[in-house]
């Protein structure tokens, strides 16, 4: 539930590429699936159980992991733990105490801001990056045998250095292909404007 909702998202995050208003437009369309209640429940319910999972399972491993796709899985998975407790709760605070529409402008305020951004590009860049080596660490994990002539650690090579092509494009979009986004009013309370 989790890597489809997360997939999902950061395609959405990837089409502001194409501009601020392409991507809400998608995260409209999106929200018809992610929003409706019962799908938002279980989306809240799959973090709480990803980040209390997460934390016990890197107290039970620490020790354990070695190689260093062990030690990739660890400290994405810890990584991921610690995001969504803040992100999410981000999320939340901004729709029920801040009462703002939590869209394009939301995500990247603080992200086009100096020096704010010093916290959200590795703040951000690490989550996306996270979501992929976790991906990876699981991949090496569980697949056992190779494609097209490719080993499992290669294939799962692949899918980190995919995660950091998508952190890169994803923050070309969110910054407006670097020349900064205008953030409107509303949103300005965000970044002490
Ligand atoms: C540049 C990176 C990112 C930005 C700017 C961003 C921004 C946002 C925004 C604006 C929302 C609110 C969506 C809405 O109101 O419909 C949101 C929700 C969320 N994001 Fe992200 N996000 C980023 C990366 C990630 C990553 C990497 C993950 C997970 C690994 C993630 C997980 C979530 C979750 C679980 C929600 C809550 C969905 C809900 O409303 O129930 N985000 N994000």
């Known amino acids: ?24 437009e998608v995260m409209k369309g999106l929200r018809l699936f992610y929003r409706n209640p019962l799908v938002e429940a279980v989306l809240l319910l799959a973090v709480l ?27 994405t998975g810890l990584y991921l733990a610690v995001f969504f ?5 981000a999320v939340l605070v901004g729709r029920t105490v801040l009462h ?19 916290f959200f590009i590795p703040y951000y860049g690490l989550a996306t990056v996270s979501f992929f080596g976790h991906t990876a660490a699981i991949h090496n994990k569980k697949m056992k045998r190779a494609v097209l002539g490719c080993s499992p650690q290669s294939q799962a090579l692949a899918i980190l250095a995919l995660g950091v092509m998508v952190t890169a494009f994803m ?12 953030i409107p009013a509303e949103y300005r309370v965000l970044i002490g404007k």
């Open 1 to 24: 539930m989790l890597t489809v909702f997360v997939g999902l998202h950061l395609f959405n995050h990837l089409y502001s590429v194409a501009g601020a208003a392409q991507h809400i």
């Open 49 to 75: 159980v990803q980040i209390g999972s997460g934390i016990n399972l890197f107290q039970k491993n620490r020790k354990a992991a070695v190689g260093r796709f062990d030690r990739l899985h660890l400290w």
């Open 85 to 89: 407790v803040i992100h999410v709760g």
């Open 100 to 118: 703002l529409d939590t869209n394009f402008y939301y995500g990247v305020a603080g992200l086009n801001t100096f020096p704010l951004n010093l």
């Open 171 to 182: 923050f070309y979009g969110l910054t407006n292909r670097f020349r900064g986004v205008e």
